[in-house]
T-cell receptor, first 109, second 114 residues
Framework: ELKVEQNPLFLSMQEGKNYTIYCNYS?????LYWYRQDPGKSLESLFV?????AVKQEGRLMASLDTKARLSTLHITAAVHDLSATYFC?????????FGPGTRLSVLP | GAVVSQHPSRVICKSGTSVKIECRSL??????MFWYRQFPKQSLMLMAT?????????EQGVEKDKFLINHASLTLSTLTVTSAHPEDSSFYIC??????????FGDGTRLSIL
């Protein structure tokens, strides 16, 4: 059975701190996407990771992919309140995505 | 960037009503479109995959007679929730796939059945 897990599911952190969100998936995939969702909104694309060892950074967020370990990470550096949202990872299989359960991040002032 | 338009953004209607949601790719042709449902504080669950000119492929547990999908052109797919009931209340999101690269998501439709 295809499973995608995220850890943690809920994260409350202080502004200025660093933290990492983990995404594990059970079946090999060569591509993985990270999305952000604000309450009541649709998905906003953050990163597309296309190969093993891929690392991408945008602002305070950095994502990496290890296809052999079936693991992706989303690292938050010096968090700010504007990063509060739910973050989903989604490995790609064919044209389809399988979404993780999401990590709800709250950054406290 | 690629834009997917989803309409309406919000629907409130009485139980027993049928509701149609449209998903349009505005600047590319989408051979495949996807329909997702998201309950509060949960992840997105794929309902069906819609291919232009052919029947949609439904995920296990999704009633095809309840959720009618039509993909009549390369830029338009519609989802009709027939005889909607309160348990159908949810956030419905479509996405369109241009053939290469990532899916592009619509803004979602919040459906509330009274």
């Amino acid at each position: 059975e295809l499973k995608v897990e995220q850890n943690p599911l809920f994260l409350s952190m202080q502004e200025g701190k660093n933290y990492t969100i983990y995404c594990n998936y059970s079946t090999t995939s060569d591509r993985l996407y990270w999305y952000r969702q604000d309450p009541g909104k649709s998905l906003e694309s953050l990163f597309v990771l296309l190969s093993n060892g891929a690392v991408k950074q945008e602002g305070r967020l950095m994502a990496s992919l290890d296809t052999k370990a079936r693991l992706s990470t989303l690292h938050i550096t010096a968090a700010v309140h504007d990063l509060s949202a739910t973050y989903f990872c989604a490995p790609e299989y064919g044209q389809n995505f399988v979404f993780g359960p999401g990590t709800r991040l709250s950054v406290l002032p | 960037g690629a834009v997917v338009s989803q309409h309406p953004s919000r629907v409130i209607c009485k139980s027993g009503t049928s509701v149609k949601i449209e998903c349009r790719s505005l600047d590319f042709q989408a051979t495949t479109m996807f329909w997702y449902r998201q309950f509060p504080k949960q992840s997105l669950m794929l309902m069906a995959t819609s291919n232009e000119g052919s029947k949609a492929t439904y995920e296990q547990g999704v009633e095809k007679d309840k959720f009618l999908i039509n993909h009549a052109s390369l830029t338009l797919s519609t989802l009709t929730v027939t005889s909607a009931h309160p348990e159908d209340s949810s956030f419905y999101i479509c996405s369109a796939h241009p053939g290469q690269g990532p899916q592009h998501f619509g803004d979602g439709t919040r459906l509330s059945i009274l």
